[in-house]
């Protein structure tokens, strides 16, 4: 059965870091690419990154450049996203999905359940 879960959210203080997990059960991370979105009370779902098949060729969100880093850890079936110099307007809750495709920018078609990530004001 195909499955995402993320896990690594939490309370932080601002300028904090916290590192998010997705991790995949029934399918290989390592032959899809995998984005990350959030989503906070009253507003509309933000993709605010994404890993391409191979690795090597990541987006962000112009909020979160220079700020969150993303990643494969292909051996753990798992992408994370690393969080740094948290703000305030960080907080929502994050999701993890499959792609549909093997670009950033076509659909995702697979979503976990989300964790929520609050930072402090």
């Known amino acids: 059965q195909l499955q995402l879960v993320e896990s690594g959210g939490g309370l932080v203080q601002p300028g904090g870091s916290l590192r998010l997990s997705c991790t995949a059960s029934?399918?290989?991370?390592?032959?899809?690419?995998i984005g990350w979105f959030r989503q906070a009370p009253g507003k509309e779902r933000e993709r605010v990154s994404c890993?391409?098949?191979?690795?090597?060729?990541?987006y962000y969100a112009d909020s979160v450049k220079g700020r969150f880093t993303v990643s494969r850890d292909n051996g753990k079936n798992t992408v994370y996203l690393q969080m740094n110099s948290l703000k305030p307007e960080d907080t929502a809750v994050y999701y993890c999905?499959?792609?549909?495709?093997?670009?950033?920018?076509?659909?995702?078609?697979?979503w976990g359940q989300g964790t929520q990530v609050t930072v402090l004001s």
């Open positions: 999905a499959r792609g549909s495709s093997g670009t950033c920018s076509a659909g995702f078609d697979s």
């Open positions: 890993i391409q098949i191979g690795t090597h060729t990541t």
């Open positions: 029934g399918f290989t991370l390592a032959y899809w690419t």
